[in-house]
């Protein structure tokens, strides 16, 4: 079965410093890799996905992502973050083939951005 | 209507009493999810609709859940005799392929406290 891990619960970060929150997956074969953001009060936003191809992957807000079949991870990458990204975040995995795509999400890492 | 959107925003209830929850998918998306997410946890998978396929019902964590989906519109998330635990955000996705990665698009969700 597939499954997600974010080993960070919460990280605070000072505004303009660079930013990696951490993804690690379980999977058999080729994911299908998902970043989604959750502002207070609003629903979840895709940052930016993976599915093949170049294994750096660019997304929304300056974000962007490195697929590591090696580590089995994913992690997300700010070079300097901004107040308003202060957030959570949440990693995820689905199967990387055809049909029902039932993807599995990770307990999120909350980020705090202080001036 | 561009987005997912979910009714009401907010539920109150009573313990015991049961709870009818709302979700209105992007038009023309085929696949629905529904995910519930306890208070600084992730989201949990509760059940999926494809089209007019029997939905994949393997994350409803009891019998007192049920949900309805009208060909590709409108689902119902239904809680019998609500308990506390059941206290938690509901988010309702949408999706428009499963023949490929199916990035899903959230509503805002409904956030149910149970008293």
């Known amino acids: 079965a597939q499954s997600v891990t974010q080993p960070d619960i919460h990280i605070t970060v000072s505004e303009g410093a660079s930013l990696e929150l951490r993804c690690n997956y379980s999977y058999g074969a080729t994911p299908y890799l998902f970043w989604y953001v959750q502002s207070p009060g609003q629903g979840l936003q895709l940052l930016l996905k993976?599915?093949?191809?170049?294994?750096l992957v660019q997304g929304i807000k300056g974000f962007e992502a490195e697929f590591k079949r090696s580590q089995s991870s994913f992690n997300l990458r700010k070079p300097s973050v901004h107040w308003s990204d202060a957030a959570e975040y949440f990693c995820a995995v689905g199967p990387g083939s055809g049909g029902y795509q039932k993807v599995t999400f990770g307990t999120g890492t909350k980020l705090q951005v202080i001036p | 209507g561009a987005g997912v959107s979910q009714s009401p925003s907010n539920k109150v209830t009573e313990k015991g009493k049961d709870v009818e929850l709302r979700c209105d998918p992007i038009s023309g998306h085929t696949a629905l999810y529904w995910y519930r997410q306890r208070l600084g946890q992730g989201l949990e998978f509760l059940i999926y609709f494809q089209g007019n396929s029997a939905p994949d019902k393997s994350g409803l964590p009891s019998d007192r859940f049920s949900a309805e989906r009208t060909g590709e519109s409108v689902s119902t998330l239904t809680i019998q005799r609500t308990q506390q635990e059941d206290s938690a955000v509901y988010l309702c996705?949408?999706?428009?392929?499963?023949?490929?990665?199916?990035?899903?698009?959230f509503g805002p969700g409904t956030r149910l406290t149970v008293l």
């Open positions: 993976y599915f093949s191809g170049d294994t």
């Open positions: 996705a949408s999706s428009s392929r499963i023949s490929s990665y199916n990035e899903q698009f």
